[in-house]
């Protein structure tokens, strides 16, 4: 007995030997102990919180997941800030002094991370909003167009239709013009121009562009979303007309391919029917008169 007593009174004077001081508060092997003690209960708090709030999110039919995934992570993130404040306060360190450091530091990584700060922030925004969502749609005042396959924080990648993934920065939706196809509904109207020779019948063009619609879409439309044909201007050499179609989901993320799909099918229902797709042309109207040409001779020779 006297031997454990001999032992536990130098363990216990070697938990408390002091090795440095912060202000007034001496650091130790036991104070030590305890800080990780206390990380280790922030970091388990912190992901079963984060867990539990995701797991809440994917059984609730009302709550999106971006937005439920967008409140676990700000969660996760005030319980580690709170963590390192309790971490710091049980060192013995002043907050006060602490915050005016920490502000002058966070002015300075501002200036150099605002680039990065404004994204993080822009991608909470979007996932608490919801303004745009995976599989939406979208055109942007950059010029890029694409399904939405991925939302992060400081980030959301674009896949065009030509399978090309594009990452473009959160602040990018939140400062721009941005064009969100399916943001209401998951259809969108196209208008697919097309031309025909003067003279020819009009009823008979719409005849074979409704037919050219429906043999694309492959079955019939609602009443209020079928098919139109509108003749939309006289041009030059033609009479100019345009399709106007609702598509779906899977069309609107190829739209260029959606269009040419029409447009072949238009070709072939007017050359059924021996409907003329004009060249381009001019007519030319002679007054009566005389009219006088002249003609340079380039290739005559002149004297030396």
Same mark, same amino acid.
């Given at each position: ?25 001496q ?53 580690w ?8 306060s ?56 694409g ?25 990018e ?24 020779a ?6 008979l ?18 009443p209020?979303r ?24 899977? *069309?609107?993320?190829?739209p ?17 029917r ?6 381009? *042309?001019r ?21 030396a």
């Amino acid at each position: 007995m006297d031997f454990l007593q001999l032992i536990y009174s130098q363990l216990e004077r070697m938990a408390v030997y002091p090795w440095f001081s912060i202000a007034e508060t001496q650091i130790n092997l036991l104070r030590l102990f305890g800080l990780i003690v206390i990380v280790f209960i922030v970091w388990r708090v912190s992901v079963v919180f984060e867990k539990t709030l995701r797991h809440i999110g994917l059984e609730q039919n009302q709550v999106t997941t971006p937005g439920w995934y967008a409140l676990s992570r700000i969660s996760h993130y005030v319980i580690w800030i709170l963590g390192v404040v309790i971490g710091l306060s049980y060192l013995g360190f002043n907050m006060a002094s602490f915050a005016v450091i920490g502000g002058a530091i966070g002015v300075g990584v501002g200036f150099g991370l605002q680039n990065i700060i404004s994204n993080f922030v822009s991608g909470i925004i979007i996932l608490i909003e919801k303004i745009i969502k995976i599989d939406d749609m979208v055109d942007l005042q950059s010029g890029v167009m694409g399904r939405v396959t991925e939302i992060n924080l400081r980030y959301t990648r674009v896949t065009t239709s030509d399978s090309i993934d594009i990452i473009v920065p959160n602040s990018e939706f939140i400062t721009g013009r941005v064009i969100n196809w399916t943001l209401g509904e998951r259809t969108r109207r196209l208008h697919i121009p097309f031309g025909v020779a003067y003279g020819v019948d009009k009823m008979l063009v719409k005849e074979a562009a409704i037919a050219a619609a429906i043999s694309v879409a492959g079955a019939d439309q609602p009443p209020e979303r079928e098919p139109d044909v509108w003749l939309v201007r006289f041009g030059d050499s033609s009479l100019d007309f345009e399709l106007v179609v609702w598509v779906g989901p899977e *069309q609107i993320a190829s739209p260029k391919r959606t269009e040419a799909q029409y447009l072949w099918a238009i070709e072939d229902e007017l050359k059924k029917r021996h409907i003329e797709i004009p060249f381009p *042309q001019r007519d030319l109207h002679i007054r009566s008169g005389t009219l006088a040409v002249t003609v340079n001779q380039a290739n005559e020779t002149k004297p030396a």
